[in-house]
């Protein structure tokens, strides 16, 4: 794990457990990143409660909840897919508080509009559902870490 992820998944874990609340995660082009990044932190399972590996278009549909007329309307990597990612990790765990991404990591699969390095992110909770996109510099390893940093800095400012 990065060095700046320790930190911040540690502030995430104190985060959510001054609340009470508990985490789940799903993720498509970060494979289970944001997941593994706090599971490495000790103590975790006070505040995490599962984590979706969605990386198919099915999986996101037959595990989430997501309805392919959304997924053919927008794209797998649209800030609509996340949202709906993100609405579905909550429907189908325990947790009150869910983080999704879904991009293109690279090096290939980039069209017109959504180049390689595009991610978009969903954080859920109490009803309300914020999305973000971004495209990321770098090859498929770097897409993939500054996807895990900002979906955990995200969820950091969404859930104070």
Request: one cysteine or more; a neutral charge.
């Amino acid at each position: 794990m990065s060095n700046a992820l320790v930190p911040l998944s540690t502030a995430v874990g104190l985060a959510l457990q001054a609340k009470g609340l508990l985490l789940a995660t799903a993720e498509s082009c970060t494979g289970g990143g944001v997941a593994q990044a706090v599971t490495d932190i000790s103590g975790s399972s006070a505040w995490f409660e599962r984590g979706f590996v969605t990386y198919s278009n099915g999986a996101k549909s037959s595990m989430l909840g997501v309805p392919a007329e959304l997924i053919a309307a927008h794209g797998a990597v649209s800030e609509e897919v996340a949202a709906a990612m993100a609405q579905g990790t909550l429907a189908h765990s325990e947790a009150q508080v869910a983080v999704s991404t879904t991009g293109i990591a690279g090096p290939t699969g980039g069209v017109p509009g959504k180049p390689v390095g595009t991610v978009c992110f969903g954080w859920a909770m109490d009803g309300r559902v914020q999305t973000e996109r971004r495209v990321f510099a770098g090859d498929r390893q770097a897409v993939r870490e500054q996807a895990v940093l900002h979906a955990l800095q995200g969820l950091l400012r969404f859930i104070q």
